[in-house]
């Protein structure tokens, strides 16, 4: 049954990431509900159902719209496929457990920052202020051990991004800032120090790919909440098998 299960989650991801795909795109800009049906962004159209199946449409249209022709970004499908794999996974790694309420609100918040930051360049104050109180209500049924631990990580994350910001002066941003706090909150301070390790591994390798590549010189500023969420889906998932790994090195 175990299968049965992992594959609703994988569809649930589909549709679920259909919608985050909305949020991160609207949030910034505009109130999401002005507008209940989805349109297409150049002619302005409202969608049949048809052109609204997850991934399904983007591949039958080619990657563009029905009427004007106009391309569709990728992100959008990714983005969905990423969400329903994303589902699939949590509730393949945790059951049904409190860890499963976690892993879906973090892909819940993650994925529309994502779309967020790579479109408009911005982490949303309203996506921040409105998943903060629903970690701080998981973390006070679910405390860390000690239970300090989540202020610690979170006071941790917040001096060090706040001294980056300082020293390199545009190198990271203020959303960035609340972002790490978050999950500084969230993961407490161990687990933390390896989320800002991996963010940052992950920021310079694609640096580096994308400078072979030859598409970006050293000084484009490239949006970093990308990494960070890739880098808290990592710790998420596998913060305590890499840590204890990497104990063992000095055993
Ligand atoms: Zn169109």
Same mark, same amino acid.
């Given at each position: 049954m175990n299968i049965l299960i992992t594959s609703v989650a994988l569809l649930y991801g589909l549709i679920f990431g259909s919608f985050f795909n909305v949020v991160g795109l609207r949030v910034p800009t505009q109130s999401? *509900?002005?507008?209940n049906r989805s349109y297409c962004d150049t002619c302005e159209r409202t969608l049949t159902w048809k052109e609204l199946v997850p991934v399904w449409s983007f591949i039958i249209q080619r990657g #563009? +719209?029905? $009427? +004007? $022709?106009q391309s569709i970004s990728p992100l959008y499908p990714i983005m969905e496929l990423a969400t329903g794999l994303l589902f699939a996974l949590t509730y393949y790694l945790? !059951? *049904? $457990? $409190?860890d499963l309420i976690l892993g879906l609100l973090l892909i819940a918040l993650i994925i529309p920052v994502t779309v967020s930051d790579i479109a408009h360049r911005r982490i949303p104050n309203r996506l921040l202020l409105f998943f903060g109180p629903l970690f701080i209500i998981y973390r006070i049924i679910y405390p860390l051990t000690p239970f300090w631990d989540s202020f610690l990580g979170a006071g941790f994350a917040f001096l060090l991004v706040f001294m980056i910001i300082l020293i390199s002066k545009g190198g990271m941003g203020v959303g960035d800032l609340k972002y790490y706090t978050l999950f500084g909150f969230i993961f407490g301070f161990s687990h933390f120090l390896l989320l800002f390790f991996l963010s940052t591994l992950y920021g310079a390798l694609y640096g580096v790919v994308m400078m072979k590549v030859k598409?970006? !010189? #050293?000084k484009t500023k490239i949006p970093f909440g990308p990494f960070i969420g890739l880098a808290a889906l990592t710790v998420f998932y596998f913060g305590d098998a890499l840590i204890q790994w990497y104990l063992n090195l000095f055993m």
């Open positions: 999401l *509900f002005d507008q #563009r +719209c029905k $009427s +004007c $022709s945790t !059951g *049904f $457990s $409190s598409k970006v !010189g #050293r």
